[in-house]
DNA sequence: TTGTATGCGTTATCAA
DNA sequence: TTGATAACGCATACAA
């Protein structure tokens, strides 16, 4: 009748409460003939253990809370995946927090709520720990905290090398014929949620395009939303010219472009040459070349260094590089 | 040096734990003195009690599951206000459940998640109900529910009036002098996601249209995003016979008309009126007609009939209805 | 109106 | 490698 308990398994499976527990937490000392009756009582009574008991007896809450942006991109879909599939295997729960507005922030690290009774913190994208800080108004969350997609020196991050990212872009397109070009993402001014993703983005491509001996012709900045980036496109293909290679530092950007080219009948992938950024689930289908980013290893591996920290690992912040790749489509002609 | 217990709680201020467990759980059985000096306790102390404990000692979560589209808009973070408010005074967790994907949406169900160990189920916008019933993949979800902003006969629910809202635009417009015009937002195609607020407003407002004895000269659709938008405002102010009053059934929409009507030199409020829906911060600031509606009490009413469901309460579903109210200001010349 | 004792379902400790 | 048992912090039934 009742939800069946690691009582009931144990009876079952002629065994104590103990050695349950220790097959449930993949402990080493249990022979495999136990624990394969254990896993077949558990099987036969369809048991799942009550998270909030182990909550109390293990004296933590097995709980991770995310806090990000709540841009609903496939970008953080992918995070998401990646960090969920990391903790999951590990017995933790994940907690989402999107940040809607600063109020909620600090009413989510309040001192009676979820967040704040998790026993890990991850950040995604943007650098919150100065907010723990006294002072700030926002209660200090003093639990293991890690960074991805943000890179910091004072807290283990796992990130996405930007840099690197507009380098290889600034080198593939300076060995295309035609005019080189940017679009930028406008840099948000609020001090609480700042990104360096796109500025990284930036000094990578103007580094690697001046190392080739090649200059950039014009750049423009747009903010991240479609409306804005189909205007500053339709802006960049009156004044550049061709045959001109764009680098826009957002696919959301080179979707723009590739709207309002084919608005003009101008030919992308000849007279018009268009590099993205974040392989998009459509950029295949449009061709468009761009820089792919191992999103969900980001943030496995950022789940991974959170995990560590909860077994007791010590010692100073690490830091995790994940490489982009450059995926060349019809979009530059290749 | 450990955080503070009950146990500590109750020697501190003299009495049992169960008294100072009365105190907090608002029983009435307390004399006013007793309860001081336990409140006295509680905040020298700095308690704050372990929610875990009390989720195996009450056997239930105390926590109640949100799910609702990511839409990162005004009108869910003012959703989310009204139901942790009323849940928050219930001494309740929000977990929220942005439905990114449906693969996601089963595994938030899945039966060790969070979301399964709710004690309740919010759903905001999409009538997920028929998703639990056996066969769909989904895992049956079997702890009280109830809907907000969407209407359904089988669940409580909470929800806008967005007929009337339709209506009360319908009727206002057609006491403005000029042709009449509208834009609707593109019903979504997926059947899981499905809403009807939008086919209400439309409803509404040919209703209260005709009713008036007048016409709608034009309709156009277009899908919510300010790039569409503006395109189909574009459209729109170049097709309609001035004057003209036109309704666009979000502020989104609203917004973009208003855009494309500046950059044209028109006069909003004028030989063009333009009315909203959704009241957002902006439209105060730039004067747009439109209807407000009561979020907030929307969201705080639903978290109470769920919390009378959690309390024992029986009986058929119940509708709680909620009423938009038309702002007039400048851009239909009030 | 209040204090005491029991139980919730785990994990951790200890002895075997 | 295992089983028995003591916590864990709270809610609640029961006794006072």
């Keep these: 009748m009742h939800k069946p308990t690691i009582q ?3 009876r079952r499976a002629g065994v104590g409460v103990g050695t349950v527990s220790r097959v449930l937490n993949n402990h080493v000392a249990v022979r495999d ?7 077949g009582a558990i099987a036969e009574l369809n048991y799942t253990p009550n998270p909030h008991a182990r909550r109390i007896a293990g004296g933590k809450s097995y709980t991770i809370s995310v806090l990000l942006p709540v841009v609903t991109t496939e970008f953080y879909v992918r995070l998401l995946d990646g960090l969920e599939q990391a903790f999951q295997e590990a017995r933790y729960d994940v907690a989402i927090f999107p940040l809607l507005d600063r109020s909620r922030l600090e009413r989510y690290l309040g001192s009676h709520t979820l967040a704040y009774q998790a026993d890990g913190l991850v950040m995604a994208t943007y650098n919150l720990t100065q907010m723990f800080q006294s002072g700030s108004g926002i209660r200090p969350y003093s639990g293991p905290t ?5 890179h910091a020196d004072t807290v283990d991050c796992a990130y996405m090398d930007n840099l690197l990212g507009g380098r290889l872009a600034g080198e ?27 500025d990284d983005r930036r000094s990578g491509f103007l580094e690697a395009v001046q190392r080739s001996g090649g200059r950039v012709g014009g750049e423009y900045v747009s903010s991240f939303d479609s409306l804005t980036a189909r205007t500053v496109a339709a ?6 010219a061709y045959p001109a290679t764009v680098f826009a530092s957002a696919d959301l950007l080179a979707g723009a472009l590739l709207d309002e080219a084919q608005a ?3 030919t992308v992938g000849g007279e018009l040459k268009i590099i993205g950024f974040d392989d998009q689930p459509w950029a295949q289908g449009r061709g468009l070349t761009t820089l792919h980013q191992p999103v969900e290893a980001m943030g496995y591996e950022a789940a991974q260094l959170l995990l560590s920290r909860l077994s007791g ?6 830091a995790r590089r994940f490489e982009p790749r450059l995926i060349v489509r019809a979009s530059t002609g290749g």
Tied chains: 1, 2.
Excluded: H, K
Aim: net charge negative; proline share 4%; glycine share 8%.
């Design 172 to 198: 593939y397109a300076s060995g295309l014929d035609g005019n080189l070009y940017a679009v930028w993402v406008e840099t948000e001014l609020d001090q609480l949620f700042t990104t360096r993703v796109f």
């Design 235 to 240: 802006q960049l293909l009156d004044e550049v």
């Design 33 to 39: 003939s136990t624990r394969d009756s254990v896993l």
């Design 8 to 10: 009931d398994v144990a």
């Design 313 to 318: 690992e010590d010692g100073p912040p690490r």
């Design 146 to 150: 890690v960074l991805v997609d943000a």
């Design 264 to 266: 003009r009948g101008l």
